[in-house]
Structure formats: structure tokens, C-alpha cells
């Protein structure tokens, strides 16, 4: 069974960078895609990037594009997301979940980590 651990979030501030770790455990990650997904206060989880099992990335939030990448190193079993350019409004707590293909559908995604949260600001 595939276990999902995020890692790597923290307080920031404003312009400043964090790197997001989701470390699998359980089985590869390479026959998965790997989905970053974020949760503020009050709102409903959404998708961030996602990761194909080829290494393709799909993007499902503009306000990110540009500032976030995603990346893989399946020899470490782990996906990154590389946050840059942070504002307060990337407050939020992050998850990594998996699936079979990148879905524009969150309820698609299965494994879900704890999260781990990240606070932009001053």
C-alpha cells in the first residue's frame, strides 16, 4: 500500500521560497502520478501541479504558474514542489496524493499525506 508523507513547509516570508517534500513508502512511486494539493482556512482543497508517472506536468492553478514547479526523483521515491515568489494568499496547508494519471478531479486522488503547512508572511 502506498504511503504518502509531506515535509518541508513552514513559515515564509513574502518572496521568499520553500522547497515541499512527498516522500512514498509502501511501494514505487515511478507507476504513479503524484498531485500537490492545498487547503486555506475556510476553503476548499485545490489542485496545485501534478507530475505524471513519464514526468509530464499539469498545471491547475494560474495564480501558481510561473512561480511553482514540480519535479520527480523516482531514484529517491519522492516528489518536489519548488514554491517561489511566495504571497500570503499561498497560506495554506499542502498535500501530495496519488493517482494514475494527472485528473482535473481531486476525489480521483487517493493516499492522501497529513499535510504539511505553509505560512506566508511578515
Known amino acids: 500500500q502506498l504511503q504518502l508523507v509531506e515535509s518541508g513547509g513552514g513559515l515564509v516570508q513574502p518572496g521568499g521560497s520553500l522547497r515541499l517534500s512527498c516522500a512514498a513508502s509502501g511501494l514505487t512511486l515511478d507507476a504513479f502520478a503524484i498531485g500537490w494539493f492545498r487547503q486555506a482556512p475556510g476553503k476548499e482543497r485545490e489542485g496545485v501541479l501534478c507530475?505524471?508517472?513519464?514526468?509530464?506536468?499539469?498545471n491547475y492553478a494560474d495564480s501558481v504558474r510561473g512561480r511553482f514547479t514540480i519535479s520527480r526523483d523516482n531514484a529517491k521515491n519522492t516528489v518536489y514542489l519548488q514554491m517561489d515568489s511566495l504571497k500570503p494568499e499561498d497560506t495554506a496547508v499542502y498535500y501530495c496524493?496519488?493517482?494514475?494519471?494527472?485528473?482535473?478531479?481531486?476525489?480521483?486522488?487517493?493516499?492522501w499525506g497529513q499535510g504539511t503547512r505553509v505560512t506566508v508572511s511578515s
Open positions: 507530475i505524471s508517472s513519464s514526468g509530464g506536468t499539469t
Open positions: 496524493a496519488a493517482n494514475n494519471f494527472c485528473s482535473g478531479h481531486v476525489f480521483t486522488f487517493a493516499s
